[in-house]
């Protein structure tokens, strides 16, 4: 089946330093989602990306689809506090109604 | 305040017992879907719903799952006979478009938490 996996599992980050998270997948998506989930919540949609080599940006997020539509990932710079919490992308092949997660990637920051 | 309602929040039940898990879509939505997820693991896809019928479900969905939309408004999960391995968080999700295509992804609910003892 298609797998969505996502490095690394774990980020600590000092609070003000950028990270980066990645997400692979072994077949060519249509799209990819991604999500943050804070402790105890639930996901919530962040952004999509549809077009190979797409980047998008939210204030001190960017995301950004591979060229040949199998990996993304998502950049954050100087890390606030409030950025705590699981960050997931999500993809699907195409027309299977089944948009899979990746593991996630766990930030905590210190102050 | 999350546009997908689910209740209960909380759901406790023994081994073998059957369980309904409720997803109230405050807008009008056409596809549904839900979703599990293991305590500190991923999120898991059960089953998609559109049109009043299944459009896709995974490995996981077996015959003690079942999904329905009785009232043309609440879209219930059913678990049969539960099992202790049936313990997590189901949230059940909504979006206006196939895979939440044009920028709007899926909307989750705040899940119900089913614990098997």
């Known amino acids: 089946g298609q797998q969505v996996m996502q490095i690394p599992q774990y980020q600590h980050v000092q609070e003000g330093e950028d990270f980066t998270t990645y997400c692979n997948s072994s077949?060519?998506?249509?799209?990819i989602q991604w999500y943050k989930q804070r402790p105890g919540g639930h996901p919530v949609f962040l952004i999509q990306?549809?077009?190979?080599?797409e980047v998008k940006k939210q204030k001190r997020l960017t995301f950004q689809f591979g060229e040949a539509k199998k990996n993304s990932s998502l950049h954050i710079t100087a890390t606030q506090t409030t950025d705590v919490g699981t960050y997931f992308c999500?993809?699907?092949?195409?027309?299977?109604?089944?948009?899979?997660f990746g593991a996630g990637t766990t930030v905590t920051v210190r102050a | 305040e999350p546009e997908v309602t689910q209740t209960p929040s909380h759901q406790v039940t023994q081994m073998g017992q059957e369980v309904i898990l409720r997803c109230v879509p405050i807008?009008?939505?056409?596809?549904f879907y839900w979703y599990r997820q293991i305590l500190g693991q991923k999120v898991e896809f059960l089953v998609s719903?559109?049109?009043?019928?299944?459009?896709?479900k995974s490995e996981i969905f077996d015959d003690q799952f079942s999904v329905e939309r009785p009232d043309g408004s609440n879209f219930t999960l059913k678990i049969r006979s539960t099992k202790l391995e049936d313990s997590a968080m189901y949230f059940c999700?909504?979006?206006?478009?196939?895979?939440?295509?044009?920028?709007?992804?899926?909307?989750f609910g705040s899940g119900t938490r089913l614990t098997v003892v």
């Open positions: 719903f559109y049109n009043n019928e299944i459009s896709e």
């Open positions: 990306l549809v077009k190979s080599g």
């Open positions: 077949t060519t998506l249509s799209n």
């Open positions: 807008s009008n939505h056409l596809y």
């Open positions: 999500a993809g699907d092949t195409s027309n299977d109604y089944k948009l899979s």
């Open positions: 999700a909504r979006s206006t478009t196939p895979f939440g295509y044009e920028d709007y992804g899926y909307t």
